[in-house]
Nanobody, 114 residues
Framework: QLQLVESGGGLVQPGGSLRLSCATSGSNTRLTAMAWYRQAPGKGRERVAYITLTGLVNYLPSVNGRFTISLNNTKNTMYLQMNNLRSEDTAVYYC????????WGQGTQVTVSS
């Protein structure tokens, strides 16, 4: 069973930066893509960024140009570099992986506030 563990969340002021990490372990499941989702209080879960194992990426329009998704295949880790953070980026961020089934991490809280 593939396990996903997020880290890197926290409290940051508007305009600040954070880097989220998602470490994978526990299985040799062949993945086709990974993604970051987020869920703000009282709202549904939305996909923030998506990357295929061939390097194709896609971003939510509101984060395009501010967030960067990347993969380190050697370390089996996915990252989300978040710059110029805004209050509306406040949410729990989840790591997602797609293979023969879908996998989720437990989430990490990102709070953008002065």
């Amino acid at each position: 069973q593939l396990q996903l563990v997020e880290s890197g969340g926290g409290l940051v002021q508007p305009g600040g930066s954070l880097r989220l990490s998602c470490a994978t372990s526990g299985s040799n499941t062949r993945l086709t893509a990974m993604a970051w989702y987020r869920q703000a209080p009282g709202k549904g879960r939305e996909r923030v960024a998506y990357i295929t194992l061939t390097g194709l990426v896609n971003y939510l329009p509101s984060v395009n140009g501010r967030f960067t998704i990347s993969l380190n295949n050697t370390k089996n880790t996915m990252y989300l570099q978040m710059n110029n953070l805004r209050s509306e980026d406040t949410a729990v961020y989840y790591c997602n992986a797609l293979g023969s089934q879908e996998y989720w991490g437990q989430g990490t809280q990102v709070t953008v506030s002065s």
